[in-house]
């Protein structure tokens, strides 16, 4: 994981939205908040599970 994504996952769990480029979230970061919401999963934290999945729809639709 690289370290913007790493930011972003720090962000997710503060609560704070993600912004990024397009170039940015397609490469690296959609992959790492689906790895995130899927671990979340894992250990039974649905809150953050649902955050990061919304973060994803959000910045699916605003990115194409």
Known sequence: ???D???IIDGIRKGNPIE???EA???EIRDALVR???DC???NDAVR???ALAE????????G
């Open 20 to 22: 990024c480029s397009a």
């Open 49 to 51: 599970m649902r955050i």
């Open 1 to 3: 994981m690289t370290e």
């Open 41 to 43: 999963a894992d250990s």
């Open 56 to 63: 994803v729809n959000r910045l699916d639709n605003e990115h």
């Open 5 to 7: 994504a790493r930011k």
């Open 36 to 38: 995130f919401a899927l």
């Open 25 to 27: 979230y397609r490469s």
